[in-house]
C-alpha cells in the first residue's frame, strides 16, 4: 500500500496485496453497544443484514428504514471497530461506516439479488473491510477509489469513489462513541462522480463539501444524480 498527497492537500491511499487472511476476531463485545448506539441517534434497527462468511471482521449491517419525517434508511456497519486499524493516532483506530438510501429503495435479499440493488450495500461492506484487509486507517477526507482506474460501483451509476465525513443527515452526537477499547468514529460515505473526484484532488476536500453543501449533496445516494462540481471548475477554469 502506497500513499499519496495530491496537490489539494487530500489523502488517498492506493492499496496494492491484501495482508493474509486473519481469523476473525473472537469475544467480541461492541455490538450491543453499537446497536444501542444506533437506535437512540437514528431510529429502531428493522433489520441486521447478517454476513454469512467472514475475514479478517464479521460485518452486519444494520438498517433503520425510512420515515414519514425522515424519507431514507440508513445502513450502518457493525463489526469494522471489531479490529482496530493501523493507525498511528490512538483517536482513529476504530471506525464504522454509515450511508443513507432513499426511501424507495428496494431492501433485503431478495431484492439484493439484483446487483442494480444491492451495489450500495457491497461497496460499504467492501469499503468497512478494506482497512484491516490492506493494513491502512481511514478518517475526515480520505478518500477511496474503486480501483485504479477508478470504475463505476454498479449499473446505472457513475459513482466510482468515496470520501468518508461527518454525516450531514446524522445527529452530531451519532459522530462518535466511547468504548472501553477507544473512540469509534461513525463516518459518513460520500460516494463521488469522477469529475468530483478530479476536483477533490486539486482543491481538496473542503472545497468538494463546500461543493456538496451548495448542491445538497449528502451520504444519501443518488445513483444518477449530476455533479456538484459548477460547469467552469469541470473544464479546469478555476
Known amino acids: 500500500m502506497s500513499e499519496e498527497i495530491t496537490p489539494g492537500g487530500s489523502r488517498i491511499e492506493r492499496h496494492d496485496e491484501a495482508l493474509p487472511p486473519e481469523p476473525v476476531p473472537s469475544g467480541w463485545d461492541g455490538q450491543e453497544r453499537i446497536e444501542e448506539h444506533v437506535e437512540r441517534h437514528l431510529g429502531p434497527i428493522a433489520t441486521v443484514f447478517h454476513e454469512l462468511v467472514s475475514e479478517y471482521v464479521h460485518l452486519d449491517v444494520l438498517i433503520v428504514e425510512a420515515t414519514d419525517d425522515r424519507p ?11 479490529r ?16 443513507g438510501l432513499p426511501a424507495d429503495w428496494p431492501l433485503g435479499e431478495d431484492a439484493w439479488k439484483d446487483e442494480r440493488h444491492y451495489w450500495p450495500v457491497r461497496t460499504l461492506k467492501s469499503l468497512a473491510r478494506m482497512p484491516h484487509e490492506y493494513g491502512f486507517a481511514i478518517g475526515h477526507g480520505h478518500t477511496l477509489p474503486n480501483g485504479d482506474p477508478p470504475e463505476a460501483y454498479g449499473p446505472g451509476t457513475k459513482l466510482c469513489c468515496a470520501l468518508f465525513a461527518a454525516g450531514a443527515k446524522t445527529p452530531e452526537a451519532f459522530d462518535e462513541l466511547e468504548t472501553p477499547d477507544g473512540t469509534v468514529q461513525f463516518l459518513a460515505v460520500y460516494l463521488l462522480q469522477p469529475d468530483e473526484v478530479r476536483f477533490k484532488l486539486e482543491q481538496g476536500a473542503d472545497a468538494l463539501m463546500d461543493a456538496f453543501d451548495a448542491a445538497t449533496v449528502c451520504e444519501i445516494v443518488e445513483a444518477d444524480r449530476p455533479s ?11
Open 72 to 82: 431514507f434508511h440508513w445502513l450502518v456497519t457493525c463489526g469494522m471497530s471489531a
Open 228 to 238: 456538484a462540481v459548477p460547469r467552469r471548475k469541470r473544464f479546469g477554469l478555476f
Open 84 to 99: 482496530p486499524m493501523a493507525s498511528d493516532e490512538s483517536d482513529d483506530r476504530y471506525a464504522e461506516l454509515i450511508i
